[in-house]
Protein backbone atom coordinates (compact mmCIF):
# COMPACT_ATOMS: atom_id res chain seq x y z
CA UNK A 1 0.00 0.00 0.00
CA UNK A 2 1.37 3.55 -0.92
CA UNK A 3 1.10 5.89 1.88
CA UNK A 4 -0.71 8.95 1.73
CA UNK A 5 0.98 11.69 2.38
CA UNK A 6 0.06 12.17 6.11
CA UNK A 7 1.72 8.99 6.47
CA UNK A 8 4.69 11.28 6.27
CA UNK A 9 6.41 13.42 9.03
CA UNK A 10 6.59 16.65 7.52
CA UNK A 11 6.90 20.60 8.67
CA UNK A 12 3.39 22.53 7.92
CA UNK A 13 4.11 26.65 7.46
CA UNK A 14 0.93 27.91 10.23
CA UNK A 15 -1.12 30.30 9.40
CA UNK A 16 0.26 33.79 10.93
CA UNK A 17 -0.71 37.30 11.24
CA UNK A 18 1.77 39.93 11.92
CA UNK A 19 0.70 43.74 13.16
CA UNK A 20 2.14 46.21 15.07
CA UNK A 21 0.63 45.13 18.07
CA UNK A 22 2.18 41.45 17.84
CA UNK A 23 1.97 37.88 15.84
CA UNK A 24 -1.03 35.77 15.86
CA UNK A 25 -0.71 32.04 15.05
CA UNK A 26 -3.96 30.17 14.37
CA UNK A 27 -4.29 26.21 13.62
CA UNK A 28 -8.00 25.04 13.26
CA UNK A 29 -9.03 21.73 12.69
CA UNK A 30 -8.60 20.10 9.45
CA UNK A 31 -7.09 23.08 8.13
CA UNK A 32 -3.56 22.64 6.98
CA UNK A 33 -3.10 19.52 9.62
CA UNK A 34 -5.25 16.58 8.54
CA UNK A 35 -6.79 15.76 12.40
CA UNK A 36 -9.03 17.72 15.06
CA UNK A 37 -7.50 18.92 17.83
CA UNK A 38 -8.87 16.18 20.87
CA UNK A 39 -6.36 17.03 23.37
CA UNK A 40 -3.17 20.05 23.81
CA UNK A 41 -0.30 19.74 25.96
CA UNK A 42 2.39 21.82 26.37
CA UNK A 43 6.36 21.35 27.46
CA UNK A 44 8.08 23.81 29.34
CA UNK A 45 11.91 22.46 29.70
CA UNK A 46 14.47 24.26 31.91
CA UNK A 47 17.67 22.12 31.28
CA UNK A 48 19.09 21.68 27.76
CA UNK A 49 20.00 18.48 26.27
CA UNK A 50 16.64 16.80 28.25
CA UNK A 51 15.33 14.22 26.57
CA UNK A 52 11.13 13.44 26.47
CA UNK A 53 9.67 10.82 24.32
CA UNK A 54 10.80 8.00 22.76
CA UNK A 55 7.83 6.44 22.21
CA UNK A 56 5.14 5.58 19.17
CA UNK A 57 1.41 6.06 18.78
CA UNK A 58 -0.60 3.46 17.18
CA UNK A 59 -3.41 6.03 15.43
CA UNK A 60 -2.56 9.77 17.27
CA UNK A 61 -1.84 12.21 15.09
CA UNK A 62 0.36 14.93 16.43
CA UNK A 63 1.42 18.47 15.67
CA UNK A 64 4.49 19.76 17.68
CA UNK A 65 5.01 23.64 17.78
CA UNK A 66 8.54 25.22 19.50
CA UNK A 67 6.89 28.14 21.18
CA UNK A 68 10.51 29.14 23.08
CA UNK A 69 14.19 28.07 22.30
CA UNK A 70 14.89 24.93 20.33
CA UNK A 71 14.45 21.44 20.51
CA UNK A 72 15.22 18.78 18.03
CA UNK A 73 12.54 16.44 17.33
CA UNK A 74 14.45 12.69 16.08
CA UNK A 75 11.67 10.57 14.20
CA UNK A 76 12.43 7.00 13.37
CA UNK A 77 10.67 4.64 11.67
CA UNK A 78 11.19 0.73 10.50
CA UNK A 79 13.13 2.53 7.63
CA UNK A 80 14.08 5.70 8.22
CA UNK A 81 15.44 8.10 10.75
CA UNK A 82 15.25 12.23 10.79
CA UNK A 83 15.84 14.80 13.02
CA UNK A 84 13.95 17.83 12.89
CA UNK A 85 15.14 21.20 14.49
CA UNK A 86 12.27 23.33 15.95
CA UNK A 87 12.61 26.78 16.75
CA UNK A 88 10.16 28.89 14.92
CA UNK A 89 6.72 28.87 16.84
CA UNK A 90 5.10 29.43 13.11
CA UNK A 91 5.85 26.28 12.14
CA UNK A 92 4.91 23.22 12.79
CA UNK A 93 5.95 19.32 12.38
CA UNK A 94 3.31 16.92 12.02
CA UNK A 95 3.88 13.54 13.11
CA UNK A 96 1.79 10.89 11.79
CA UNK A 97 0.75 7.29 13.81
CA UNK A 98 2.87 4.82 14.12
CA UNK A 99 6.39 6.90 13.66
CA UNK A 100 8.94 6.90 17.00
CA UNK A 101 9.97 10.01 18.30
CA UNK A 102 12.08 11.21 20.89
CA UNK A 103 12.90 15.14 21.64
CA UNK A 104 15.72 16.77 22.81
CA UNK A 105 15.69 20.41 23.82
CA UNK A 106 18.19 22.20 22.36
CA UNK A 107 18.78 25.39 24.34
CA UNK A 108 17.54 26.19 28.30
CA UNK A 109 13.70 27.26 28.89
CA UNK A 110 12.72 25.60 25.57
CA UNK A 111 9.01 25.68 25.40
CA UNK A 112 6.64 23.32 22.94
CA UNK A 113 3.30 23.11 22.26
CA UNK A 114 1.65 19.46 20.77
CA UNK A 115 -1.71 19.07 19.34
CA UNK A 116 -2.98 15.54 19.38
CA UNK A 117 -5.58 13.78 17.76
CA UNK A 118 -7.38 11.80 20.11
CA UNK A 119 -7.56 12.05 24.32
CA UNK A 120 -4.96 10.37 26.45
CA UNK A 121 -5.21 6.57 26.37
CA UNK A 122 -2.55 4.73 27.13
CA UNK A 123 -2.92 1.53 25.13
CA UNK A 124 -2.20 3.52 22.36
CA UNK A 125 1.38 3.77 23.18
CA UNK A 126 4.13 1.47 22.11
CA UNK A 127 7.01 2.67 24.38
CA UNK A 128 9.27 -0.52 23.55
CA UNK A 129 11.14 -0.15 20.44
CA UNK A 130 11.55 -4.18 19.56
CA UNK A 131 7.61 -4.20 20.10
CA UNK A 132 6.95 -1.05 17.76
CA UNK A 133 9.35 -2.81 15.04
CA UNK A 134 6.96 -6.24 15.89
CA UNK A 135 3.60 -3.77 15.81
CA UNK A 136 2.36 -5.17 12.00
CA UNK A 137 1.05 -1.76 10.86
CA UNK A 138 4.91 -0.02 11.91
CA UNK A 139 6.22 -0.02 8.07
CA UNK A 140 3.23 2.35 6.85
CA UNK A 141 4.97 5.01 8.63
CA UNK A 142 8.22 6.78 6.90
CA UNK B 1 -32.81 31.94 33.47
CA UNK B 2 -30.32 31.32 35.80
CA UNK B 3 -27.22 30.45 34.42
CA UNK B 4 -25.08 27.83 34.32
CA UNK B 5 -21.84 27.55 35.92
CA UNK B 6 -20.44 27.88 32.47
CA UNK B 7 -21.84 31.28 32.06
CA UNK B 8 -19.27 33.05 34.27
CA UNK B 9 -15.70 33.42 33.63
CA UNK B 10 -13.74 32.03 35.92
CA UNK B 11 -10.52 30.30 36.59
CA UNK B 12 -9.34 27.00 35.49
CA UNK B 13 -6.73 25.29 37.47
CA UNK B 14 -5.20 22.58 34.14
CA UNK B 15 -3.57 18.98 34.46
CA UNK B 16 0.34 19.52 35.15
CA UNK B 17 2.50 16.90 35.40
CA UNK B 18 5.94 18.63 37.10
CA UNK B 19 9.08 15.85 37.27
CA UNK B 20 12.84 16.01 36.68
CA UNK B 21 12.49 16.69 32.81
CA UNK B 22 10.16 19.52 33.15
CA UNK B 23 6.39 20.70 33.51
CA UNK B 24 3.50 18.98 31.51
CA UNK B 25 0.10 21.23 31.38
CA UNK B 26 -2.60 19.00 29.66
CA UNK B 27 -5.94 20.11 28.40
CA UNK B 28 -8.79 17.54 26.66
CA UNK B 29 -11.83 18.33 25.29
CA UNK B 30 -14.66 18.38 27.98
CA UNK B 31 -12.35 17.68 30.08
CA UNK B 32 -12.29 20.63 33.06
CA UNK B 33 -13.24 23.13 30.36
CA UNK B 34 -16.86 22.69 28.72
CA UNK B 35 -16.52 22.89 25.20
CA UNK B 36 -14.27 20.55 22.34
CA UNK B 37 -11.35 22.38 20.90
CA UNK B 38 -12.14 23.45 16.96
CA UNK B 39 -9.06 26.19 16.90
CA UNK B 40 -6.35 27.16 18.62
CA UNK B 41 -3.88 30.58 18.71
CA UNK B 42 -1.06 32.05 20.33
CA UNK B 43 -0.24 35.64 20.55
CA UNK B 44 3.36 36.60 20.81
CA UNK B 45 3.32 40.39 22.28
CA UNK B 46 6.99 42.09 22.60
CA UNK B 47 6.06 45.30 24.13
CA UNK B 48 4.14 45.92 27.47
CA UNK B 49 1.17 47.55 27.49
CA UNK B 50 -0.09 46.56 23.93
CA UNK B 51 -4.06 46.19 24.10
CA UNK B 52 -5.63 43.50 21.65
CA UNK B 53 -8.92 42.18 21.74
CA UNK B 54 -11.89 44.84 22.30
CA UNK B 55 -14.52 42.42 21.41
CA UNK B 56 -17.45 39.84 22.40
CA UNK B 57 -18.43 36.41 20.75
CA UNK B 58 -21.82 35.62 20.28
CA UNK B 59 -21.25 31.76 20.53
CA UNK B 60 -17.82 31.17 21.15
CA UNK B 61 -16.30 29.98 24.17
CA UNK B 62 -12.53 30.43 24.51
CA UNK B 63 -10.10 29.41 27.68
CA UNK B 64 -6.79 31.57 27.42
CA UNK B 65 -3.48 30.69 29.40
CA UNK B 66 -0.59 32.82 29.43
CA UNK B 67 2.94 30.80 28.88
CA UNK B 68 5.32 33.90 29.65
CA UNK B 69 5.30 37.12 30.73
CA UNK B 70 2.23 38.76 32.55
CA UNK B 71 -1.44 39.83 31.03
CA UNK B 72 -4.27 41.34 32.11
CA UNK B 73 -7.72 40.30 30.46
CA UNK B 74 -10.57 42.69 31.60
CA UNK B 75 -14.04 41.47 31.22
CA UNK B 76 -16.81 43.18 30.62
CA UNK B 77 -20.50 42.06 30.66
CA UNK B 78 -23.91 44.59 30.78
CA UNK B 79 -23.75 43.79 34.77
CA UNK B 80 -20.18 43.75 36.24
CA UNK B 81 -16.61 44.24 35.32
CA UNK B 82 -13.49 42.09 36.09
CA UNK B 83 -9.79 42.23 35.57
CA UNK B 84 -8.31 38.80 35.67
CA UNK B 85 -4.09 38.87 35.57
CA UNK B 86 -2.89 35.79 34.07
CA UNK B 87 1.08 34.86 34.55
CA UNK B 88 1.13 30.95 35.80
CA UNK B 89 0.94 28.46 32.77
CA UNK B 90 -0.83 25.76 34.85
CA UNK B 91 -4.02 27.92 35.06
CA UNK B 92 -6.41 28.93 32.03
CA UNK B 93 -9.38 31.92 32.03
CA UNK B 94 -12.51 30.52 30.61
CA UNK B 95 -14.57 32.97 28.65
CA UNK B 96 -17.87 31.97 28.06
CA UNK B 97 -20.15 33.19 24.85
CA UNK B 98 -21.53 36.87 25.71
CA UNK B 99 -18.63 38.59 27.41
CA UNK B 100 -16.56 41.16 26.14
CA UNK B 101 -13.06 40.98 26.60
CA UNK B 102 -9.49 43.21 26.08
CA UNK B 103 -6.12 41.29 26.91
CA UNK B 104 -3.24 44.11 27.44
CA UNK B 105 0.51 43.02 28.32
CA UNK B 106 2.03 43.58 31.73
CA UNK B 107 5.18 42.94 30.94
CA UNK B 108 7.44 42.53 27.44
CA UNK B 109 7.33 39.91 25.83
CA UNK B 110 4.59 38.05 26.73
CA UNK B 111 3.14 35.00 25.07
CA UNK B 112 -0.62 33.47 25.96
CA UNK B 113 -2.56 30.49 24.16
CA UNK B 114 -6.05 30.64 23.34
CA UNK B 115 -7.88 27.59 22.78
CA UNK B 116 -11.69 28.11 21.10
CA UNK B 117 -14.96 26.33 20.33
CA UNK B 118 -15.52 27.32 16.83
CA UNK B 119 -13.23 27.80 13.83
CA UNK B 120 -13.18 31.36 12.95
CA UNK B 121 -16.17 33.09 12.03
CA UNK B 122 -16.48 36.95 11.54
CA UNK B 123 -19.91 36.96 12.12
CA UNK B 124 -19.83 35.39 15.30
CA UNK B 125 -17.93 38.57 16.60
CA UNK B 126 -19.36 41.77 18.33
CA UNK B 127 -16.74 44.52 17.43
CA UNK B 128 -19.48 47.24 18.85
CA UNK B 129 -20.00 47.96 22.58
CA UNK B 130 -23.55 49.49 21.99
CA UNK B 131 -24.01 46.58 19.51
CA UNK B 132 -23.21 44.44 22.48
CA UNK B 133 -25.56 46.10 24.57
CA UNK B 134 -28.18 45.72 21.96
CA UNK B 135 -27.57 42.16 21.30
CA UNK B 136 -30.46 39.75 22.65
CA UNK B 137 -28.80 37.53 25.01
CA UNK B 138 -25.80 39.95 26.20
CA UNK B 139 -27.74 39.85 29.47
CA UNK B 140 -27.04 35.83 29.85
CA UNK B 141 -23.49 36.86 30.38
CA UNK B 142 -21.87 37.26 33.56
Not at 55 to 65: G, M, S, V, Y
Not at 104 to 110: E, I, K, N, Q
Request: proline share 5%.
Amino acid sequence: MRPTSDARCRLIPLQTVTDSRGTLVVVENRTRIPFRIARIFYVSVRKKGTVRGNHAHKTLQELIICLNGRIAVETRTRRSRKVFRLSDPTVGLYLPPRVWSVQRTLSDRALYLVLASKKYQESDYIRDWAAYLAHPRASHAR
